[in-house]
């Protein structure tokens, strides 16, 4: 029998595209000088968001923490999206606005979707600018959200997750470690592959004590071919390095703690739940 606490196929195939545009929003939130909305104006907006436009965004956001983002398509192609808005963490958690952030982005192939049109939609009046420290927390929940969204891509492409590496890694997912890109090249082409789609639900992404390192609580589910699956709980710690450069800190090392594993037999036995609507 499946567990009662499936989520749809649908969402299943739809969840790297949610994860990479969650991470695309928090990299927007990083973006509060002028150099950091110049360089997100190039790749990351739409020519409706110019650079002013995204810092003035940035500043009026700071501190926020995206609680949950939902998706539909367009008859274009294109994504709808809405936000959520939660309080911040750190010094600044009190003054941070909580509301919706709606918008369109664009497709999502293997890498980040464009941010086409977006709005903000407060539930309080603002009253922070976004410091050093807010920077980090975004840059750092947005490479957690990007790496998901890798995990999870369908094109199984492993280049991409060399950005998000530091020189030296090693990375507690599979026995043994990863820690070379050979290694990492070969879970992406072969693990992951063998996964037809998959949900990483992350209930908590805490920055701790030291600003290198993260708690990462989630839910998972994947899908395999012939319709069984699994469903996982796990806590995970990172080390990340940031130096303010590029796209995403890097990856020092990942450590899993492990809940408990339940699988599943294929349909008729897998019985999701209806996929949520927009709020």
Not at 119 to 145: D, K, Y
Request: hydrophobic content about 45%; glycine content about 8%; aromatic content about 6%.
């Amino acid at each position: 029998m499946a567990p009662t606490d499936l989520v749809p196929e649908e969402r299943l195939r739809r969840s790297y595209i949610v994860h990479a545009l969650t991470a695309q929003l928090y990299r927007l939130l990083a973006a509060s000088e002028a150099d950091h909305a110049a360089e997100f104006a190039v790749e990351g907006a739409g020519p409706g968001l110019d650079p002013s436009a995204i810092a003035s965004l940035a500043r009026l956001l700071g501190g926020s923490r995206i609680t949950g983002c939902e998706i539909a398509l367009a008859d274009d192609g294109t994504w709808i999206f809405a936000a959520r808005l939660g309080e911040g963490e750190g010094p600044n958690s009190a003054l941070a606005p909580a509301g919706l952030i709606r918008g369109v982005a664009s497709a999502c192939p293997a890498d980040l979707p464009q941010i086409l049109e977006l709005r903000a939609e407060l539930g309080s009046e603002p009253r922070t600018r976004t410091g050093a420290a807010a920077v980090l927390n975004a840059r750092v929940r947005g490479l957690v959200h990007y790496f998901f969204s890798l995990v999870e891509n369908p094109s199984r492409d492993p280049v991409p997750f060399h950005e998000l590496l530091a020189p030296s890694f090693a990375l507690d997912l599979v026995d043994p470690p990863l820690q070379s890109l050979e290694a990492v090249d070969g879970w992406v082409t072969v693990r992951l592959a063998s996964v037809v789609a998959s949900e990483h639900a992350i209930a908590e992404i805490a920055v701790e004590a030291d600003e290198g390192l993260l708690r990462v609580i989630m839910k998972s589910q994947a899908l395999f071919p012939d319709g069984s699956g699994a469903i996982s709980r796990n806590t995970q710690r990172w080390r990340v390095r940031d130096d303010g450069q590029g796209r995403f800190p890097r990856i020092e090392s990942i450590a899993i703690e492990r809940d408990g594993v339940i699988f599943f037999g294929p349909a008729p036995d897998y019985a999701p739940r209806a996929a949520p609507r927009l709020p």
